[in-house]
Nanobody
Framework: EVQLQASGGGLVQAGGSLRLSCTGSGFADGDYAIGWFRQAPTKGREAVAYITKSAGRTYYTESAKDRFTVSRDAAGTTIYLRLASLKPEDTAVYYC???????????????WGQGTQVTVSS
C-alpha cells in the first residue's frame, strides 16, 4: 500500500519561502499523480498542484501557479513543493496525496500523508 510522509513545514515571515517534501513508498507499477493540497483554519481543503510520478508532468491551480513549484527527484519517490513569496493567507496544513488518476480532484486521491503545518507571519 502506498504510504506518504510530508515534511518541511514551519514558521516563516511573509515574503519568505519554504520547500516541502513528500516521501512515498509502496507504489505499484504504473504512474501516479502526487498532489499537494492545503487546509487553512476554518476552511475546507483545497488543491494546490500535482506532478506525475513517472513523467513529471505538472498541473497547478490558478492560486498556485505564480508562486509555487512542484518537482520530483529522479526516482519519483520524493516530491517537492516550493512555496515562494509567502503570504499570511498561505497559512495552512499542507498534505501530499497519491492517485492512480491524473487529476487535481481530491476525491480521486486515496492515499494521504499526515500533513505539515506552514505558518506565515505578517
Amino acid at each position: 500500500e502506498v504510504q506518504l510522509q510530508a515534511s518541511g513545514g514551519g514558521l516563516v515571515q511573509a515574503g519568505g519561502s519554504l520547500r516541502l517534501s513528500c516521501t512515498g513508498s509502496g507504489f505499484a507499477d504504473g504512474d501516479y499523480a502526487i498532489g499537494w493540497f492545503r487546509q487553512a483554519p476554518t476552511k475546507g481543503r483545497e488543491a494546490v498542484a500535482y506532478i506525475t510520478k513517472s513523467a513529471g508532468r505538472t498541473y497547478y491551480t490558478e492560486s498556485a501557479k505564480d508562486r509555487f513549484t512542484v518537482s520530483r527527484d529522479a526516482a519519483g519517490t520524493t516530491i517537492y513543493l516550493r512555496l515562494a513569496s509567502l503570504k499570511p493567507e498561505d497559512t495552512a496544513v499542507y498534505y501530499c496525496a497519491a492517485s492512480n488518476i491524473m487529476s487535481i480532484n481530491e476525491d480521486d486521491y486515496h492515499y494521504w500523508g499526515q500533513g505539515t503545518q506552514v505558518t506565515v507571519s505578517s
